[in-house]
């Protein structure tokens, strides 16, 4: 019989550099795991020795004052998203998390969605369009057709819509109501319409008054305007409302007296002959903000023609049925 050799390894059969490995790998595991429990016990320590707070409730309320509020408490706001809710206005505070009333530590984030209102729409411009015209686009735009009503009008034929509520570019929810009042065209003997004397010099009114010396008005006058003196810059009634002889009519004029035409800038706009007749917005950028300087219909083929003092005038912008169409900056 063959002989059976002792397969056991001694240790002294374990070369010296392997067990010096060894013990190093040991040594690294230990420390590994001594840091680990550690750092663990660290930050247990510092988490639970922050004092408790009380979640304020911020649904309903802008990102702004809720970061105020949750501030004041050391913790931390988050915005997770945005979602669709009629519910809650659009740009406020729809659902948080962790939920009001809850206590946590303080330097908890609190997680919050704002709305973005009703699945909304714009309104469309619907001045100037017929009747048939402004339903269809009403429908187009997911929108329902309310109340129509009629109104005589010097400006519009009959059949075409004079004005609407809510006004052009509004954003509204879906399946909103759009009232309209459409042109029963010219007024019979004897009804008097507001004309549109806004952007006009006060000649023009009081010419107009002359053919009607039974009208009762009057004038108020705006030092801080930006437009030349005697420029009519607002009227009431508006234009085609009929003007009774019980009715005071307002006409306010600007009395600029340091604008003159000299240091100036004359916008124009040409609207075109064709199609009908079209919202024209005219907007300045000055150094004390925004100011909307034109907002009215005008037909194909009209004119605008504004003189606007050019001292820290920035920019220009005109929009048509509510599009940006030019923009120009004044250097």
Do not use: C
């Not at 002989?3 to 010296?16: A, F, R, V």
């Not at 004041?72 to 945005?82: D, E, H, V, Y």
Request: proline share 6%; aromatic share 8%; charged share 25%.
């Amino acid at each position: 019989m063959s002989e059976i050799k002792n397969n056991k390894i001694n240790s002294d059969d374990i070369p010296l550099n392997y067990i010096y490995v060894l013990k190093i790998v040991i040594a690294i595991l230990v420390v590994i795991l001594f840091s680990y429990f550690s750092f663990n016990m660290i930050v247990s320590y510092a988490i639970h020795s922050r004092k408790e707070v009380v979640v304020p409730l911020v649904v309903g309320k802008s990102p702004l004052t809720a970061l105020e509020e949750i501030s004041k408490l050391n913790l931390a706001m988050q915005i997770s998203g945005k979602e669709f809710d009629s519910s809650v206005p659009v740009g406020y505070i729809l659902r948080q998390k962790p939920q009001a009333g809850i206590k946590v530590r303080e330097g908890r984030i609190i997680k919050v969605v704002i709305s973005q209102g009703g699945d909304s729409v714009f309104v469309p411009n619907l001045v100037g369009l017929p009747l048939r015209n402004a339903e269809l686009y009403i429908r187009q735009k997911q929108l329902v057709l309310g109340q129509v009503s009629e109104g005589y009008s010097n400006r519009f034929p009959k059949g075409v819509v004079i004005s609407q509520e809510p006004f052009p570019d509004t954003q509204v929810e879906k399946n909103t109501y759009v009232n309209l009042l459409v042109s029963a065209g010219s007024p019979p003997p004897g009804v008097l319409l507001m004309p549109d004397f806004r952007q006009k010099n006060i000649i023009d009114f009081y010419k107009w008054i002359e053919e009607n010396k039974n009208v009762k008005y009057k004038i108020e006058r705006d030092p801080n305007s930006i437009f030349p003196k005697d420029t009519i810059i607002a009227q009431k009634p508006g234009v085609d409302s009929v003007v009774s002889n019980d009715e005071q009519i307002i006409i306010t004029v600007s009395d600029n007296l340091k604008q003159d035409n000299k240091n100036s800038i004359l916008i124009t706009h040409q609207v075109p002959k064709t199609g009908s007749a079209r919202n024209i917005r005219i907007v300045v950028f000055t150094d004390s903000g925004e100011k909307e300087v034109f907002n009215g219909i005008k037909e194909p083929g009209s004119r605008i023609e504004l003189a606007i003092p050019k001292e820290s005038l920035k920019k220009i912008r005109i929009y048509v049925n509510g599009t940006l169409v030019e923009e120009k900056k004044i250097d």
